[in-house]
């Protein structure tokens, strides 16, 4: 049962980046994710909204196998990353996370120098020829994240010694550091303040150039000036997905509606 | 009254005292308990207390304090003479208090009154065979003297016991009124409970670090009579150990320091590696019913005793070695007993030290951390490499350490795998012995306590306290230096 309405998606276009089909996601005996449809474009933002525990992050994390981590996870359908299904057992999880980039909802910097967590994807990856490459990327990550003059005089202290909102932002940072095609962040923006959270939407804007972004926010307004595409999920299913302007000016479901205005979440 | 009555007296007052200090707030409250400053259960809890720790404290001070008071004031009363040339005053003093002891049997059994106890005469009468029939062997035949002592023991004790049931009633008595009057609505029990909770915690605290220093005291000064007798360079320079109790020993200790850190070195090499390995294997790679199978079977290894260990050194080991490095194969081995031998045995035995320890701390890194490394695009061995063993490295040198202590203290495996040569050689394959082997040996057997031969195991165990304590204070220094650069 899923009521996604008909958006242009016909199967010649080349830019669907992500499809899901029948995507279900079971914690032990808990049904988290329900039969969901989606296909998530190329060089575009598309934003995950719903109520708390609804399955945004659940969800996303499927997108780049995290869920593997979670012993008791189970993830069945198919979920393809440019045509090619990533639960095919031919694929390399780790490769595909390269390929696919996070940010988690709860900033995790490592017990490390605010310089090696950022310089860690690019050292895993072999992304610096040399040390001046090397600082080079950590530099454009930390400026393209909004936190480099914050932290340009300090890079050898710990990266766990910063506050919230720097943590996230540093998070952020490593993951653009290892460029990866598709960049799912996971309420990027929830301890920032307003303008941290303009620049971070900013340069979620720039990556759009190039990438494909998925964001879960439980800000209405974000989603509304960062993505194109926008996502209803409600108690595990996908309610309803379309245009960002759609969604919001012009719901199809009742409950997407009432979420929108306030009435539940 | 003999102490167990007093004590169940006394404990009987307080349960008492529990319900009805319990009641009486309630009552004041006017049986609603939001009314009160602190739960019902406080009000109890402090009559109990100021009933029994009083009470409790008095009994066992003066349980402690009685016996040595009596025994220095019958003491001084008995004049030198009285004492015989082959008898010290203190075994003097000994034989009074078993005299004492037999004629309160003797009484009690009804072999004799109370009067009677009190007043026979040793001139008259054959104690020491009285006594017998009871059961109470002396040594030797009663003087007037010693009996007239042990006389007044009695008296004194028995006063002494009146007094003390006084004074420990009186005091559980005071203080069940008291707390039970001040009891009240407005009484802040909680207050009071919470405050005596603190000064239970610190009175434990207390003993457990007076205790530390109790033992060190002691071995301070056997160490220091061991230097009066023995030349400390010779102690800690000496290049030879041959302890002779005849005299004109060598306590030189460094051939069986160096014996320690070479067993406890192949134990290391061998039980880090495994033990860290596996560690990580569990903790990191194995699904969860190998886990729940496998954990415990390492651990199983950690409740082997050490004696077995030494068995297996001894029976299994040894000769397996023999038949590689012995004389029928390379030849440089001369007897299964050898430093490998044992090393590789204290090795296996750390394992699961190593890895147990390692394992919870690796478990305590947060999977947040795993998540983001993985998330980037790592291996799992990446991941390990660069993300957990460092955010986990404190507690991993922590385990290390620990096991090294546990290596340089271990005694039956040495004893057993080692052989009891004490000896300077580079060879893994000689039989050499550790500073544990030889203080075992040192105090075994009939020694003199007053020679150096035997009080050099009080030098040999300070030496080690001191190499452990090192090696403890250096492991809180990583730790710290550690963390300093990571948090
Ligand atoms: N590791 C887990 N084990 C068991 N259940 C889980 C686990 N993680 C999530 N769930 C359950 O799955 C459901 C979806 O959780 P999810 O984290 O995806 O919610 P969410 O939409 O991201 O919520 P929020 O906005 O609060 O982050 C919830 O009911 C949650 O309890
Ligand atoms: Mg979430």
Redesign the interface.
């Given at each position: 049962m899923y009521d996604t309405p008909k958006v242009e998606n016909d199967v010649a276009t080349t830019d669907i980046k992500i499809s899901a089909h029948g995507c279900q996601v079971y914690y032990g005996d808990t049904h988290a994710i329900k039969d969901v449809d989606i296909d998530i474009e190329d060089t575009t933002v598309t934003a995950f909204i719903g109520p708390s525990g609804c399955g945004k992050s659940t969800f996303l994390r499927c997108l780049?196998r995290?869920n593997d981590?979670i012993?008791v996870c189970r993830v069945e359908g198919d979920i393809k990353i440019d045509g090619e299904d990533i639960y095919d057992p031919k694929v390399d999880p780790?490769?595909?996370?390269?390929?696919v980039?996070?940010v988690?909802q709860?900033p995790?910097?490592?017990?490390?120098s605010i310089y090696d967590n950022i310089a860690?994807?690019p050292r895993?990856?072999g992304l610096a020829k040399s040390k001046s490459d090397l600082d080079d990327i950590v530099e454009s990550a930390l400026r393209r994240a909004a936190i480099w003059d914050e932290v340009k005089d300090r890079l050898l202290a710990?990266g766990?010694?910063l506050s919230g909102g720097q943590q996230q932002r540093l998070?952020i940072a490593?993951?653009v550091a290892?460029e990866p095609e598709v960049l799912l962040m996971d309420e990027p923006c929830s301890a920032l303040d307003p303008i941290a959270t303009a620049q971070v939407e900013e340069l979620i804007d720039e990556l759009r150039g190039q990438y494909s972004v998925v964001i879960v926010t439980h800000s209405m307004q974000q989603a509304a000036r960062v993505s194109q595409k926008t996502a209803f999920f409600h108690l595990g299913n996908l309610v309803e997905y379309g245009d960002t302007g759609q969604i919001f000016t012009n719901p199809q479901d009742q409950r997407t509606e009432s979420y929108i205005t306030g009435r539940i979440g | 009254m003999p102490v167990l009555w007093l004590v169940l007296i006394v404990l009987v007052m307080a349960v008492a005292g529990y319900m009805l200090g319990r009641a009486r707030a309630l009552k004041s409250a006017g049986g609603d308990s939001r009314d009160l400053h602190s739960l019902p259960s406080y009000y109890g809890a402090n009559v109990t207390i100021m009933t029994l720790v009083p009470a409790v404290g008095i009994l066992i001070v003066w349980l402690l304090v009685q016996p040595i008071l009596i025994d220095r004031t019958i003491s001084s009363t008995v004049p030198a003479e009285a004492i015989s040339d082959s008898m010290t005053r203190g075994l003097f003093m000994s034989d009074v208090r078993r005299i004492a002891d037999g004629l309160d049997l003797a009484v009690t059994e009804g072999a004799m009154g109370r009067d009677e106890a009190d007043n026979i005469r040793a001139e008259f009468t054959d104690i020491r065979d009285r006594l017998g029939n009871l059961g109470v062997a002396l040594g030797s035949d009663v003087g007037p003297e010693v009996l007239r002592a042990a006389q007044r023991y009695r008296t004194m004790s028995s006063a002494g016991n009146l007094l003390m049931t006084l004074a420990v009633l009186a005091a559980a008595g005071v203080g069940f009124t008291i707390s039970y009057m001040a009891t009240g609505k407005n009484f802040r029990a909680r207050n009071v409970v919470e405050k005596v909770i603190r000064y239970l915690l610190i009175f434990a605290a207390t003993i457990a670090i007076l205790t530390t220093i109790g033992i060190l005291l002691s071995l301070v000064f056997n160490t220091i009579e061991f230097f009066r007798l023995y030349p400390a360079e010779d102690f800690f320079l000496g290049l030879t150990w041959s302890p002779s109790f005849g005299g004109g020993s060598e306590l030189g200790i460094l051939p069986l320091l160096w014996g320690t850190l070479y067993i406890s070195i192949i134990a290391l090499l061998v039980a880090v590696p495994i033990g860290l390995f596996a560690a990580i294997f569990l903790s990191e790679y194995a699904s969860s019913t190998v886990r729940s199978f496998a954990k415990p079977m390492i651990e199983v290894l950690a409740g082997i005793p050490t004696i077995v260990y030494g068995l297996f050194a001894l029976l299994t080991v040894g000769p397996l070695l023999m038949r590689v490095f012995g004389d029928d194969g390379i030849g440089i081995m001369q007897a299964g007993t050898a430093v490998m031998t044992a090393g590789l045995v204290m090795g296996i035995m750390l394992i699961p030290f190593v890895s147990s320890l390692s394992d919870d701390i690796i478990n305590a890194v947060p999977q947040s951390m795993r998540d983001g490394s993985l998330g980037l695009g790592a291996t799992r061995s990446e991941t390990v490499k660069q993300v957990v063993l460092p955010a986990a490295l404190p507690g991993i040198v922590g385990a290390i350490l620990l096991a090294a202590s546990r290596a340089i203290g271990e005694t039956m495996i040495v004893v057993l795998g080692a052989g009891a040569a004490a000896r300077l050689s580079m060879n893994p394959f000689d039989a050499m012995t550790t500073v544990t082997a030889k203080i075992v040996s040192q105090l075994t057997g009939d020694a003199d306590f007053a020679s150096p031969e035997a009080l050099v195991a009080f030098a040999l165990g300070m030496t080690l306290f001191v190499i452990t304590l090192g090696l403890n204070v250096f492991a809180l220094y990583i730790v710290r230096k550690y963390r300093e650069q990571y948090e």
């Open positions: 780049n995290m981590t012993d780790v490769q595909l996370r390269a390929k980039g996070m988690f709860k995790n910097p490592f017990p490390k860690y994807g895993i990856h710990p766990t010694g998070c490593r993951a290892t | -």
